[in-house]
């Protein structure tokens, strides 16, 4: 059971309610992040705002997975690592073992996407302030400067959402429960 309420659009605070329904819309169903979220009009309506800005960057829609994937890792939020292996699944948008290796931090088999997500992790443990090293070996994979701050980007929208399903404990929606770390393992 989440350790905060998890709202549907009836019982969330007026402001939620066209942003539950609008996500609602738009997915089928509400995941649980974005009832916890609805508590706060303000932090889900920032999440959202965020998160599509995110998807209007530079980087390519596997890019930006694997900045929420590694992001969600770090972090702890098995929520968003299921909910970003989801979407990763049912777009194509990696093979099954660069799904597995970004759910387990191992190395992808894509050089260039393997140096964003090395990246990632160097802008979360230095909480920004990178080697010269590091940044230079992100620029050399085929990256700019403008993509290291979308990477920033990323990361952001990331803490949001992996922090708040940290601080609820928010459980899995049963829609994204075949997308756990261990599910896809145990599927043929």
Same mark, same amino acid.
Do not use: W
């Given at each position: ?46 999440? @959202? ?13 596997? *890019? ?48 260039? @996407? ?42 952001? @929208?990331?803490? @949001? ?9 928010? *459980? ?17």
């Amino acid at each position: 059971m989440s350790r905060l309420p998890v709202f549907a659009a009836e019982s969330a605070p007026e402001a939620s309610r066209p942003l539950l329904e609008q996500v609602k819309a738009n997915n089928g169903f509400v995941p649980n992040l974005i009832g916890v979220l609805a508590g706060s009009p303000q932090a889900l309506e920032t999440y @959202l705002g965020v998160g599509a800005t995110n998807g209007r960057n530079s980087l390519s829609l596997a *890019e930006r997975e694997v900045v929420q994937l590694t992001a969600a890792r770090i972090h702890g939020c098995g929520f968003c690592v299921a909910g970003h292996t989801a979407a990763a699944v049912k777009g194509k948008v990696f093979s099954r073992e660069d799904t597995l290796a970004l759910q387990h931090g191992r190395p992808l088999s894509d050089a260039r @996407l393997q140096a964003l997500a090395g990246f990632t992790g160097q802008v979360i443990a230095a909480r920004g302030a990178v080697s010269d090293e590091a940044l230079r070996h992100f620029l050399d994979a085929g990256y700019s400067q403008r993509q290291a701050l979308e990477v920033v980007l990323g990361v952001s @929208l990331a803490t @949001l959402c992996n922090f708040a399903n940290n601080l609820a404990r928010t *459980e899995l929606n049963p829609e994204l429960q075949p997308y756990a770390i261990g599910s896809l393992e145990r599927q043929s």
